[in-house]
């Protein structure tokens, strides 16, 4: 059970950087998109859609 408590042996950062750079080079490669523009578009979405939730509501509650 004391093995449970001690950190794992792994890498210091969050993600494994070679693993990153292979996941953000091939999701460029397939999508198309240089990662300023997928920031962009995901948090555009992020954004709207709760205001779009919002509004479906508060158009419900008025009819």
Known sequence: MAGLSLPLAHHSEPIDPTLWEWLST????MLGVDSGSMVLILGSIIVLFPIVVMVLVWRRRTD
Not at 26 to 29: D, P, Q, S, V
């Open 26 to 29: 091939k999701m460029n490669h």
